[in-house]
């Protein structure tokens, strides 16, 4: 999903276990579910294209467990298990 298909959008910063992260969260259209347009880890862009959260809580926390290294980020054809 891009920006341009948001409702809402937001610029989120912040640090997580020594490495810091930036993002464009946005809200879907259908105002159902948040995602990251665009990410950014230590100044490297990271792909998020199947990643998707119930709140903003959890999309903001997702951000920070990928950049620290807790988790991956999901691809297209990963299966989608709902998220927070």
């Not at 992260?21 to 792909?47: E, M, W």
Request: charged share 25%.
């Amino acid at each position: 999903m891009r920006a341009a298909d948001a409702l809402t959008q937001e610029t989120i910063f912040g640090m997580a276990d020594g490495a810091t992260y930036s993002g464009t969260l946005c809200l879907s259209r259908d105002g159902k579910r948040y995602y990251f347009a665009q990410a950014q880890v230590d100044g490297h862009n990271i792909p998020l294209p199947g990643d998707h959260w119930r709140t903003r809580e959890a999309a903001v926390r997702g951000l920070a467990d990928i950049a620290c290294g807790a988790r991956k980020p999901r691809s297209d054809s990963s299966p989608q298990p709902p998220a927070d």
